[in-house]
């Protein structure tokens, strides 16, 4: 995106039809400079309604914002030095924002961890071995960037963990 000078690229950017809710997902490997990860995090969700609607056609009246790290003991070490500084901007913690994806009414602000793809991180982390990386259980359609002009592609894409979150352009082309 490039609005109002402000330039980046937002990692996953998902829809819900029904509740007319954005979702901006900000994906870590590894946490870095906080207030950088929070302003930028906060820059793209500030901006997601107007890249959503002039890109793919969505009109929400919410926009969330989740930060998304990897469930090692390091990610949530890292998160417990700078505790203060989250419980303000991304308050709420995994299984909360879990339970907002299933159902998701008012806005999101907060952390989800994952368990990390990355066999070294399994191996590092003794409290994480054998734990499956992530998986979109029920993904049935394909993910793609976005366009880079500011049309509108007839097959947006689509993130859909669960069935829950979809494109609804999806819907009509069945």
């Known amino acids: ?86 419980e303000v901007a991304l308050p709420l913690v995994s299984a909360e924002v879990r339970r907002w994806l299933r159902k998701p009414i008012g806005r999101v602000a907060g952390i989800l961890f994952v368990p990390s793809t990355n066999p070294a991180d399994h191996r590092r982390d003794s409290s994480r071995a054998g734990a499956a990386p992530l998986r979109l259980a029920g993904t049935t359609a394909r993910a793609r960037r976005l366009p880079e002009s500011p049309t509108r592609s007839p097959d947006g894409p689509a993130i859909v963990p669960g069935g829950i979150w979809r494109d609804t352009r999806l819907d009509r082309a069945k």
């Open 1 to 86: 995106y490039s609005v109002f000078g402000e330039r980046g690229s937002i990692d996953v950017l998902a829809f819900h039809p029904r509740a007319l809710t954005l979702l901006v997902v900000e994906v870590k490997s590894e946490l870095g400079g906080i207030e950088a990860t929070i302003r930028k995090l906060d820059e793209k969700a500030r901006l997601a309604a107007t890249v959503a609607g002039e890109r793919l056609g969505w009109r929400a009246r919410t926009v969330g914002r989740v930060l998304v790290l990897p469930a090692t003991t390091t990610g949530r070490r890292h998160v417990r030095q700078h505790q203060a500084t989250f």
